[in-house]
């Protein structure tokens, strides 16, 4: 297709290695009607479909004399809907939004002290990642819209986040996007709050200010869209200043969690990450503190080398033994030695088992004190025991039926 | 045989499994699939003609000075079939010199009958346009599929399995008149072995049936040792002529292809569910067997099942190779007794080849000839395969792609059907492709064999599996029926149109005993 003007909007991805989306290349003209041009792989099997589509956005939009070129290599529907959308509302400036339906899986919400152990990274303009993400079961699958995303993409990326959180199916895992840095990602929160996301990372946060302003963003937006269900936050801290002023940070409404990001973090310091990670003791262990102090989770930072499955181990042991509750992840392959090694180990479940078993004991006899052997047990300590056990329990590492056994034994 | 003449397929009809098939083709008569193991052959086996060693060089030396006049002395004329194997797959010098030779003497309307062909051989595409060959008998992959698909093709292309292949030979069903192997080390007296010489592809199997059967036999090498050749993995006795060029293979094409793991992290979890399927079943187990193919999912596989026979101190019996060097690990860490091996696919397939008397040399009439008395697929314990599509009915299909264009052979594939357990770890829809439909774009095998189909996002047993499905009550991974993986794979794609094709047959499927089992048929343009 030829075009007449260089009044054009470029969007999505097309080329070498690109697999399920798709690259529009749109104008509008003074005349000549409508003219649509597909080249898609999956001609055969949805060429129809995806011109019934097309034709369709652009009717919603009224445009009458518009030129689309679409090179598809596989994209979803829910893809070659918001490519489709950014072109025409970048040409236009129309504000009107083409939603596609809310899958009703993606309904769910999330609970404040819900376990977090990985959290799985996606680039929010690489679309192909995104449809099997959840059957690796991370905790969480973060869309990133910040730095997994260049510059000249970030317009785009913003209406594939939007319609992968309406119409992809997470499969259960929290759904977390990570905006670009406050003040510049208040204007991310349009595509996400009235969309049901459960999460939002706020990176390089060096103020509870700045979780102040998020959140009366969001609060306005649910206001606005009617949104009922817990947005939560977990601020990502990757500079010296966020480190010393985490605590504030951790305290802020609405943070379940919060993040350390190293890769700035030793970019600030002037250092370099290395694997024992001397360097980055102290601001852990303050991230950590601060978290505890605040009554939040701590999650520790992601690991880079996705083929060194023993290094990555060793790292979650030492990550755990500082007081972290999970990390992030950049390959679903990371998932399962994350959650194998910040789950509770023999030990610590051997431990809440005698625990758990003391108290109910001593309630069925109707004891108002828990002991086990000579030791007085708080009720704190018997609720996170109990709470251990049946994350045992739902990770497989405990049978349901375990006190049966414990008493037999 | 006038092929000029002839119509390319005649006497329409529908088999067993509710194909519309030619019971006519190329000149021939043949029997439309009439369900597995129904069609039984009559009559004996075919034979090259008697020779005399008085009409052989005394000295044994049969060299002679190049392909060009081998073809000469071996009576090439129109009309001819001709055989090359594929062990040096993509790396193959010497198909694409067969026909240069044969375009120079003016020889017309020949058949071609690869084992398999490659990309590497897309150069034919020339000769079958200008009538050197009429049509081909093997595979047609990449470009000669397409080639095909679009009816080009003056006769009608067969595709058969390496099984097959042996069988059709065998039985007749396809006369050669030349065969040409070409060999990485061989004697003037045409001994030949695969597993050394700088074009070392492991060993020549797929050319067996071509020494014993063909009017004509030529070795081409690049590694003339003198006699003997050892092994002999093709026997001198069968050989004609011997021709010297000075290379016969590119050496990293032949060891080429998917013979990493695969870093896919869709893949990964398919192998796992494959492999931890199998275990909760009790399909490994000591002793047991099991092949995998050659893609990067398959090979994972291997993998998942070394970890779980050494975690649990026990070993395999024999795996049936394509060999690589996770098999060849296997075979050295104790965890497999024997690998049966009908190709290596990389560099430690070949040492082990040559130096491990464990690893052991077979050919398509030991592992998958139908018209035997018994082949070594029949009871393999599991095998793990591909597919393009499988259909509701667990009807598979690994020559075609939804958008109907012919594009792979059947390989092996068709063999192993026949062993105990059949799974297809697949993922649910590539890209936007769903690989569950309504029907099979072209049936290659029939559901009633294959057992288990393994997706990302579920795993579902072919109901005539009762075992299998009671074994894997209360199983912690998602067992669902294959109309709700269908279902779930058009919730995310939506449903897709059928592909548009005309109903000109432009090439038959063979069952492993030499009945027509599907046609392909001509895209529509």
Known sequence: MEFLTDKLALVGNKGKGIRSDCHVTMELAESGGIQVELISKVESMYGDDIRKLIFGIIAYYGLQNVRVLVEDTGALSPVLAARMEAAIRLLTSSGKEYLIPMLTENGYETTRDRNRFSRLYLPGNTPSLMINAGIHKPGGIILDLEDA????????????????????????????VRINQVPAGLADLVFLVPHNVNLLLIPKCESAEQIRLVNEKISQLKAEYKVSSPIWLMPIIESALGVLKSLEIAQSENVVAMAIGLEDYTADLGTRRTQEGT????ARSMVVNACKAAGIQAIDSVFSDIADMEALKETVIRSKALGFDGMGCIHPRQI??????????????????KIVNAFIEATAKGLGVVSLGTKMIDPPVVKRAQKLIDLAVSMGKLSADWRNEFLEA | MDQENMSKYDKLTTNAVGRIVPQVFNGKDAVPFLGVGKFKPTGRKHGPPIVSVADYPEDGNKIVPSLKDALIRAGIADGMTISTH???????????????????LGIKNLTWMPSASFDCHSPMIKYLENGVIHHIEGSMNGALGRFTSEGKMAGLGVLRSHGGRYQAIQDGDVHIDIAVIAAPTADCFGNATGDRGPAACGLLGFALADSQYADKVIVVTDNLVPFPCVPWQIQGNYVDFVVLMDKVGIPEKIISGTTEITKSPDRLLLAEMTAQFCQETGIVHDGFSFQAGAGGTALSIGIYFAEMLRRQGMKARFARGGSNKYLVKMLEDGLV?????????????????????NHLNTSPFTSYNYHGKGNFAQFVDVVILGATEVDVNFNANVVTHSDGYLLHGIGGWMNCLLSKCVILPIPL??????????????????????????????????????DLIDKMKGSSLPIKTIHQLKAEAEKICGKPQKPRLTDEVVAVIKWVDGTVIDSVFRIDK
Do not use: W
């Open chain 1, 149 to 176: 995303v260049a510059p000249a993409k970030k317009y785009e990326a913003r209406f594939i986040v939007r319609n992968a959180l309406r119409n992809m199916d997470f499969y259960g895992a929290e759904r977390m």
């Open chain 2, 337 to 357: 007794d024997y690998i049966l091996d009908g190709q290596t696919f990389d560099l430690d397939g070949v040492r082990s080849m040559r130096e491990n008397p």
């Open chain 2, 86 to 104: 594929h062990h040096f797959r993509n790396g193959d010098l010497v198909g694409n010199q067969i026909f240069d030779a044969a375009a120079e």
């Open chain 1, 336 to 353: 399962r030695v994350i959650h194998e090694y910040y789950a509770p180990d023999a030990a610590e479940i051997e431990k809440a088992k």
């Open chain 2, 429 to 466: 829809f590539r890209d936007r492709m769903p690989v569950i439909r309504d029907e099979v774009t072209t049936i290659c095998g029939p559901g009633e064999l294959i057992d288990v189909i393994v997706t990302e996002r579920g795993i579902a047993i072919n109901p005539l599996r009762t």
């Open chain 1, 279 to 282: 360097e980055s003791f102290f």
